[in-house]
């Protein structure tokens, strides 16, 4: 168990619709980081907050947004929903959002757009 | 912005063979190459990292090897075994972009 919760862990919408997806980082971490992993894809970067601030943005579409909160939980926002969008969702943590150390990942949300 | 290139795509080896996963990146001030394995199933998890000041690093069967001036760096895993088999992914620090860029990955699988 990495200590980083992640809800749901499976979603099931339609198309044109929009789903949040939380994310609860380890305790003490105060960066969190978004990953979208398609089926056999890699992992492609969305967005990392450090201490409730963006501090770095990816591939993220306009469609999506993220925030973090002041208990430093983020929540991943993913509106008017498309086919593509189908994916696994990870949020990862780590203590001071340098990039340059470990990341402790979640157990993703499994999205599928139907 | 950084790019990083991993070969081979899937990788079968013989259980107790070495296995070698090879990454390529892009931007010469990347300065921090982490590799992370996925089990089927399962959240990625760092298992090894090397630091640009650093040319190798060992833990146990795993050792990861750079080389700046070509832009590569190699996982190896020595005496595997099928608890190896996963999806390995690499990864090289954009410091301009302050963000971490993955390969696409390799699917290592261990035949007994």
């Known amino acids: 168990d990495s200590g980083v919760t992640q809800t749901p862990k499976h979603l099931i919408t339609a198309t044109g619709q929009r789903v949040t997806l939380r994310c609860s980082p380890r305790s003490g971490d105060l960066s969190v980081y978004w990953y979208q992993q398609s089926l056999d894809q890699g992992l492609q970067f969305l967005i990392q907050y450090y201490n409730g601030e963006e501090r770095a943005k990816g591939n993220i579409l306009e469609r999506f947004s993220a925030q973090q909160f002041p208990d430093l939980h983020s929540e991943l926002n993913l509106s008017s929903l498309e086919l593509g969008d189908s994916a696994l969702y990870f949020c990862a943590s780590s203590p001071t959002g340098t990039g340059t150390e470990k990341l402790f990942f979640g157990s993703g949300t499994q999205l599928s757009v139907l | 912005g950084e790019n990083v290139e991993q070969h081979p795509s899937t990788l079968s080896v013989q259980e107790g063979d070495s296995a070698v996963i090879k990454c390529t990146y892009s931007d010469s001030a990347s300065n921090y190459f982490p590799w992370y394995k996925q089990e089927l199933g399962k959240r990625p998890q760092l298992i090894i990292d090397i630091r640009s000041n650093v040319g190798e690093k060992k833990d146990q069967r795993i050792a990861v090897t750079l080389n700046k001036t070509a832009k590569h760096f190699s996982l190896h895993i020595t005496e595997t075994q099928p608890e190896d088999s996963a999806v390995y992914f690499c990864?090289?620090?954009?410091?301009?972009?302050?963000?971490?860029?993955f390969g696409q990955g390799t699917r290592l699988t261990i035949n007994p």
């Open positions: 990864a090289a620090y954009d410091q301009g972009a302050q963000k971490l860029v």
